[in-house]
């Protein structure tokens, strides 16, 4: 595959966890990637690990200046995105037993990475995705539709209820020009900095509630991320896909 041939995919949070399973799967197709997240040493191991030509670049997602400088500094080398992928976010306990001033900075925190930090990368990105065969892929969560597993989820499962929202206007928006736009909704996904440390107890009972028996990988996620990046996803936009085991279905 030549340069110009080439998949250029963007994966924020791709330095760890879902995004760097993700990551993992298009660097065996060749694509050129570029990794995007805060954590210097993680981002430089993961593009050593994924091959030379991997690119990686320190931004907060939530914050427009950082993304506007990452964009413009892919634009100026790459030209053209073909798949943006979505997938840096994290969760803080927030109930109503928490202390106000302290649940709103809580909320704020997580809602301006799960939320604000899909969408200004998504507006950031639009002019220059492919058209026709642009992708964008979000990470929502089973929590979107469930309010989380267990009590705290305030902020979290609302975060990614929004991006629900967000994945269906963009598609709204920007079907028509030929890019489409979904989401994939993990439930409990094992090996990542998100679940590693729940206690072990917690894990066997969110298992034994999975009716295919096991934990999800990484890699269940990735292949469908790669799914709704393909050619054969075409007629595929405005879905959150659920891959979680049938720990959710028919909602
Ligand atoms: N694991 C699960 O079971 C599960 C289930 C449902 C949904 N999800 C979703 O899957 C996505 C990936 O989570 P994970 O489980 O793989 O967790 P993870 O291993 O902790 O990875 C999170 C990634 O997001 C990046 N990140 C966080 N805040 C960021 C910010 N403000 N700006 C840029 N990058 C940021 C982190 O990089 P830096 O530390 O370098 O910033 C890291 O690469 C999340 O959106 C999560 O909500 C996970």
Redesign the pocket.
């Known amino acids: 595959m030549n340069e110009k041939t080439k998949q250029v995919v963007v994966i924020?949070?791709?330095?760890?966890?879902?995004?760097?399973?993700i990551a993992q799967a298009f660097a065996h197709q060749h694509a050129q990637l570029i990794v995007?997240?805060?954590?210097?040493a993680?981002?430089a191991a993961?593009a050593q690990a994924l091959g030379r030509e991997t690119v990686w670049l320190?931004?907060?997602?939530?914050?427009r200046d950082?993304v506007a400088a990452v964009v413009e500094k892919i634009v100026e080398q790459f030209q053209r995105v073909d798949v943006l992928v979505?997938?840096?976010?994290?969760?803080q306990t927030v109930t109503t037993a928490t202390p106000l001033a302290e649940a709103e900075s809580l909320w704020d925190a997580v809602l301006?990475?799960?939320l604000k930090?899909s969408f200004l990368m998504s507006v950031a990105i639009a002019p220059f995705l492919s058209r026709p065969g642009g992708r964008i892929i979000n990470?929502?969560?089973?929590?979107s539709f469930t309010g989380g597993s267990r009590a705290g989820a305030l902020a979290?499962a609302s975060?990614?209820a929004g991006?629900n929202g967000l994945t269906y206007a963009l598609a709204r928006e920007l079907s028509s020009q030929g890019i489409t736009v979904n989401a994939v909704?993990?439930?409990?996904?094992?090996?990542?900095?998100?679940?590693?440390a729940w206690p072990e107890q917690l894990v066997q009972d969110i298992v034994s509630q999975i009716p295919v028996g096991r934990?999800?990988e990484?890699s269940d996620?990735a292949e469908a991320v790669l799914f709704l990046a393909s050619a054969q996803a075409s007629f595929i936009t405005g879905e959150i896909l659920n891959v979680n085991g049938g720990w959710l279905f028919g909602r």
């Open positions: 924020t949070g791709g330095n760890s966890g879902i995004g760097r399973g995007i997240g805060r954590n210097q993680s981002l993961t320190q931004a907060d997602v939530g914050k950082d979505n997938a840096a976010g994290f969760t301006d990475t799960n930090g990470m929502s969560s089973i929590g979290y975060s990614k991006l909704a993990p439930g409990f996904v094992q090996g990542t900095g998100f679940t590693g934990a999800g990484t996620i």
